[in-house]
């Protein structure tokens, strides 16, 4: 399991159902790390184990650590648990006699060394231990392992399948078919408006076409010069090698691209050498027919140091099946995925 933060070559898709994440462009994870904690005390702090049963009384008392990595994403419209914890449990029993006097109190800690999204069908490893091991310590000890482990079991597969069902992202990883609203408010408003003057009408389908649309402005710094970073931005080959993806790339104004396995395609639209790249862009997830642009434009304030100037406009606010992080994520490929990967690979960091 790859931890919090880092990508997963398991995760890496051509085609996806909902056009989304692909190549982690529009990676959404959810650190469920403090999560997985409540949710563990919750299930595990005070239980009752054995309630007399051979005149022993047994609880747990509270979690006192949750360590590792826990996480959610989706791919395919399907929740991908990760998680790779440890649990330390407190406990506590107490032996009486049979007029129910008390014999012994003596506190113990149970420990659960692995519990992994790997092994999500097996029970996990358990460790019980007890601070008195006397004989009436062992038999609270005894009474724990065979009482109490099955129980704790049951509560570790309660998070198990509650992580399998999207933990605390269920509601914002679930793929949601909706209507664009674009679309949808330009359909409304066609059905309903009496005609108008071909003026009219040009005017207000331009204004309509701006809501839900927003645009991305970034200025990030590179130690090269301005024509190795446009050479690197319009060859395919380098492409594939700091996105580790397909990619198709025309040189001429007016051909296609292809980008991150075909989860973005589109068109030059201006080229000038070294200094402009203008390019119609769009992801495979987004509405038929919704292209944003994308205007780069590189300079050269001193040899050896380019400063692009990214400015990628009209990116709708949600994707074809109503997920609202569109422009989130897109800026975060522009970042991650792209200008950090390139410094990273050719070394053009300053």
Not at 39 to 59: C, R
Not at 106 to 115: D, F, N, S
Not at 287 to 297: E, N, P
Request: charge should be neutral; include cysteine.
């Amino acid at each position: 399991m790859a931890k919090y933060g880092e990508g997963d070559k398991r995760w890496i898709v051509k085609d996806r159902a909902d056009g989304a994440n692909v190549h982690n462009w529009h990676w959404v994870e959810t650190n469920c790390l403090d999560w997985s904690r409540n949710l563990l005390s919750n299930l595990l702090s005070g239980l009752t184990v054995t309630d007399g049963e051979g005149d022993l009384f047994i609880k747990t008392k509270k979690v006192d650590k949750v360590d590792g990595d826990a996480y959610l994403n989706v791919r395919k419209g399907k929740i991908i648990p990760g998680y790779e914890i440890s649990v330390t449990l407190s406990w506590e029993g107490e032996a009486k006699d049979s007029d129910g006097n008390s014999l012994l109190k003596a506190e113990g800690l149970v420990e659960i060394p692995y519990i992994s999204d790997e092994n999500a069908d097996e029970d996990p490893e358990l460790k019980v231990s007890i601070k008195d091991e006397g004989p009436l310590g062992r038999r609270l000890k005894e009474a724990m392992l065979a009482k109490g482990k099955p129980l704790i079991f049951d509560k570790v597969r309660v998070y198990v399948q509650t992580m399998a069902k999207g933990g605390p992202a269920k509601d914002e990883l679930e793929v949601k078919k909706i209507v664009p609203k674009a679309q949808s408010t330009v359909a409304a408003a066609a059905a309903t408006k009496p005609k108008e003057s071909v003026g009219e009408n040009k005017a207000a389908a331009k204004k309509e076409a701006k809501k839900g649309f927003k645009t991305i402005t970034l200025r990030e710094k590179f130690s090269c010069r301005a024509r190795d970073m446009y050479e690197i931005l319009m060859d395919e080959n380098r492409w594939k090698g700091f996105t580790l993806s397909n990619a198709r790339i025309s040189k001429e104004v007016g051909g296609e691209f292809s980008i991150f396995d075909g989860s973005v395609t589109g068109t030059n639209l201006e080229l000038q050498d070294g200094k402009l790249i203008v390019l119609k862009w769009r992801f495979a997830n987004w509405a038929d027919g919704i292209y944003s642009t994308v205007k780069l434009a590189l300079d050269e304030p001193e040899p050896g140091i380019t400063v692009v100037k990214l400015a990628h406009t009209n990116i709708p606010e949600e994707d074809r099946y109503g997920n609202a992080t569109v422009v989130e994520n897109t800026e975060r490929g522009w970042r991650d995925l792209i200008f950090n990967r390139i410094r990273a690979v050719f070394g053009f960091g300053i």
